[in-house]
């Protein structure tokens, strides 16, 4: 019993860390602007082309940096090297979505970037 217990316990951790993805390319031709901005909020940046396209851009994620000492997979007491422990720092960038809508309003294509 205590078996069927931790297994369904850990089935709904499991369950619960799954992120779900949109797969864009099938929304293009359907998805709306309208839909767009309801469900990710008013674009960061958006304009309007000559030919009657609107692009709009989303930030998904921030830029951030990471720092961690080094060595990192020495454990306490581990470290071998000067006296002033060293660091790396990794810079992670602003992730975007951009989405061009047509005239009519709907998705004509679609970009995931970094910069």
Same mark, same amino acid.
């Given at each position: 019993? $205590?078996? &069927? +217990? #931790?297994? *369904?316990?850990?089935?709904? *951790?499991?369950?619960?860390? +799954? !992120?779900?993805?949109?797969d864009w390319q099938a929304r293009v031709g359907q998805y709306t602007r309208d839909q767009a &901005?309801?469900?990710?909020?008013?674009? @960061?940046?958006?304009?309007?082309?000559?030919?009657?396209? &609107? /692009?709009?851009?989303? *930030?998904?994620?921030?830029?951030? /940096?990471? /720092?961690?000492?080094?060595?990192? %997979? #020495?454990?306490?007491?581990?470290? +071998?090297?000067? @006296? !002033?422990?060293?660091? !790396?720092? !990794? =810079?992670?960038? @602003? =992730? %975007?979505?951009? *989405?061009? %809508?047509?005239?009519?309003?709907?998705?004509?294509?679609? $970009?995931? %970037?970094? $910069?």
């Amino acid at each position: 019993m $205590k078996r &069927i +217990v #931790l297994a *369904l316990l850990a089935s709904l *951790l499991f369950t619960g860390c +799954v !992120t779900q993805t949109v797969d864009w390319q099938a929304r293009v031709g359907q998805y709306t602007r309208d839909q767009a &901005i309801t469900e990710l909020g008013p674009p @960061d940046k958006s304009a309007r082309l000559s030919d009657g396209l &609107i /692009v709009d851009e989303w *930030l998904t994620q921030r830029s951030h /940096v990471i /720092v961690a000492p080094e060595p990192y %997979f #020495l454990g306490p007491g581990g470290y +071998v090297g000067p @006296d !002033t422990p060293a660091y !790396t720092e !990794t =810079y992670v960038p @602003d =992730y %975007f979505l951009r *989405l061009t %809508f047509g005239p009519d309003g709907k998705l004509r294509s679609w $970009k995931q %970037f970094a $910069k």
